[in-house]
């Protein structure tokens, strides 16, 4: 197994262009979740899924947007980037019968 | 909503000591207290996780303190080693709210 794992691991914007984020996962996750890391900070909730179908807005949902379309992939939009977007984002998931979530490796954005 | 407070932010040992983290949450309601432990350039990786009924849990060096009275919990690493370094993020939910609120973190360095 993968486990979680997200695409790209670095990309850089400019200021208004869009782009999106995939996180993937094969342990058959029924949640999945999208955190931004910023320093200092800890790790602060974005959006999140219950299921295929279904999203929810977390902390900080401004200026995202998210799909699971597929239980297996949770998408992170950003339509019209700022540099106030510019961090390390994390996607989780986790299973309906356990409270444990598990992270994939980041993708860092940097938006100029 | 639920806020987790974390000290402190940076914790140096020498290698074999003893390094304990604290937390404090907000939320009477939450029920699970998960640690993470992030190197640099990965996710954070689960290390040892807590739930409302239990007061202690211990996994080889590491172990886990719950006070609900107090809402506060402590993360307890004993024989240190150098690759104990990492930033630690606790980290608190509830069944209900599924979603994780964490702690700023904590850099640990072990000296060897």
């Known amino acids: 197994n993968a486990g979680v794992t997200q695409t790209p691991k670095f990309r850089v914007l400019k200021t208004g262009q869009s782009m999106t984020l995939l996180c993937a996962q094969d342990?058959?996750?029924?949640?999945m979740y999208w955190y931004r890391q910023d320093p200092g900070m800890g790790l602060r909730l974005i959006h999140y899924?219950?299921?295929?179908?279904?999203?929810a807005k977390g902390e900080v949902p401004d200026g995202y947007n998210v799909s699971r379309l597929k239980k297996q992939n949770f998408l992170l939009g950003l339509e019209s980037a700022a540099p106030s977007q510019t961090s390390v984002y994390f996607c989780?998931?986790?299973?309906?019968?356990?409270?444990?979530?598990?992270f994939g490796p980041g993708t860092r954005l940097t938006v100029l | 909503g639920e806020n987790v407070e974390q000290h402190p932010s940076t914790l140096s040992v020498q290698e074999g000591d003893s390094a304990v983290i604290k937390c404090t949450y907000s939320?009477?309601?939450?029920?699970?207290f998960p640690w993470y432990k992030q190197e640099l350039g990965k996710g954070p990786q689960l290390i040892i996780d807590?739930?409302?009924?239990?007061g202690e849990k211990k996994d080889q060096r590491i172990a886990v303190t719950l006070n609900k009275t107090a809402k506060h919990f402590s993360l307890h690493i004993t024989e240190t080693q150098p690759e104990d370094s990492a930033v630690y993020f606790c980290?608190?939910?509830?069944?209900?709210?599924?979603?994780?609120?964490f702690g700023s973190g904590t850099r640990l360095q072990v000296q060897p």
């Open positions: 989780a998931g986790g299973t309906s019968g356990e409270d444990t979530q598990y």
């Open positions: 980290a608190a939910s509830n069944t209900g709210r599924r979603a994780l609120t």
């Open positions: 899924s219950v299921g295929e179908g279904t999203t």
């Open positions: 807590i739930r409302s009924n239990v």
């Open positions: 939320d009477s309601a939450s029920n699970y």
């Open positions: 342990m058959n996750h029924e949640y």
